[in-house]
């Protein structure tokens, strides 16, 4: 059970209505979380068939997994995620914050509380994965991990961290669930005791799509070994 009623006293909530490559949204994630002052929670969507694939994995691995896909590397960790037709979503924590400092394993499993609490509103039989549930692959929906989600033995939320010097970046994804066009609200409620709508400057799109150019679209980026 969690320790905390809200994990945030106030959080930003970012509808980004653009629809981007992968690049650009990856890029998007890192220019948030070096320039957010509160928790930001952002729910963006994909131009184009995107599979998006952990920092370490191994790019030949994916690519003969997802063969003919547009292929993207996160910041993040975790395995491969097809992003089809999912509820995609980042939280951004800045240094500062208090919830930063939680190790990996307490901070997944405080966000993913909240979300099962969110989605329980709208499902039933949303459960969290225990020791000795887990699968292991490269393929995050076919590999639940501990505190992921699943509903009926099938894996509805998994997600991956990365840790900086300027904040914590929490990249999710929903799948296997038709949710309604105001969840960013509710998921909102659970993490926030506050919520208030963002809006970007215009240097945050600009920025993006430098950092798009500059790293997470290139070959060196999207190759690494």
């Given at each position: ?20 490559q992968g690049p650009v949204q990856m890029a998007t994630d890192e220019v948030l979380l070096g320039s957010i002052e509160r928790p930001l929670l952002r729910h963006f969507r994909w131009q184009g068939s995107w ?71 709208l499902f039933e039989g949303i459960q969290q994965v225990a020791k000795g549930e887990e699968r292991l692959g490269p393929q995050c929906f076919l590999s639940p991990r501990c505190n992921d989600l699943w509903r ?74």
């Amino acid at each position: 059970m969690s320790v905390f009623s809200h994990l945030f006293s106030g959080i930003d909530l970012f509808e980004d209505a653009r629809v981007e490559q992968g690049p650009v949204q990856m890029a998007t994630d890192e220019v948030l979380l070096g320039s957010i002052e509160r928790p930001l929670l952002r729910h963006f969507r994909w131009q184009g068939s995107w599979v998006s694939f952990g920092y370490s994995q191994k790019w030949n691995d994916i690519e003969q997994a997802f063969p003919r896909r547009q292929l993207v590397r996160r910041w993040s960790g975790g395995g491969a995620v097809d992003h089809s037709e999912d509820w995609t979503f980042s939280l951004l924590v800045p240094l500062t914050h208090p919830f930063r400092r939680l190790s990996a394993a307490a901070s997944y499993y405080e966000i993913h509380l909240c979300l099962k609490a969110a989605l329980s509103q709208l499902f039933e039989g949303i459960q969290q994965v225990a020791k000795g549930e887990e699968r292991l692959g490269p393929q995050c929906f076919l590999s639940p991990r501990c505190n992921d989600l699943w509903r009926n033995g099938v894996k509805v939320v998994g997600g991956a961290q990365k840790r900086t010097q300027t904040g914590l970046l929490h990249q999710g994804s929903i799948q296997n669930l038709i949710l309604p066009s105001s969840f960013i609200s509710v998921f909102g409620s659970h993490l926030a005791a506050r919520t208030n709508f963002f809006v970007p400057s215009e240097s945050i799109g600009k920025e993006s799509v430098k950092l798009s150019e500059k790293r997470y679209g290139t070959q060196e980026w999207l190759k690494k070994t």
